[in-house]
């Protein structure tokens, strides 16, 4: 499976939902990860540490919700991103529907 990390946009959002570690389990387990350039700089972790965990980095959630068949965020998806997201693809993140209706939706 190719798994996409993707950087939080959402204000004052500063995790990451993998980190490198995470990244070098799922390569060992025979799986392809794309994280977002700056994906972990808010938790402390930079591109080079996901490079030498095995991921590939890329410049836009475009790309990762592009070319990813799973995505992941700590957060949920934020209205720039909704239309970046394919009906046949799982994105595992925390979603708070009850206070968004058009995430709902």
């Known amino acids: 499976m190719k798994v996409g990390i993707l950087k939080e946009i959402k204000v004052m959002e500063k995790r990451v939902c993998m980190v490198p570690t995470g990244v070098a389990t799922m390569i060992a ?3 392809q990860v ?3 350039t700056g994906a972990g ?3 402390g972790f930079q591109d080079d540490e ?3 965990a095995g991921a590939t980095i890329v410049d836009t959630p ?3 919700y592009g070319a990813c068949d799973m995505v ?3 957060k949920e998806p934020q209205p720039s991103e909704y239309d970046l997201i394919r009906e046949d693809q799982i994105v595992f993140t925390y979603l708070h529907l009850a206070a968004d209706e058009p995430q709902t939706n």
Do not use: C, P, S
């Open 29 to 31: 387990n025979g799986h």
């Open 72 to 74: 992941m965020h700590v």
């Open 62 to 64: 475009a790309e990762v």
């Open 50 to 52: 996901y490079r030498a």
């Open 41 to 43: 700089v808010g938790a």
């Open 34 to 36: 794309l994280v977002e």
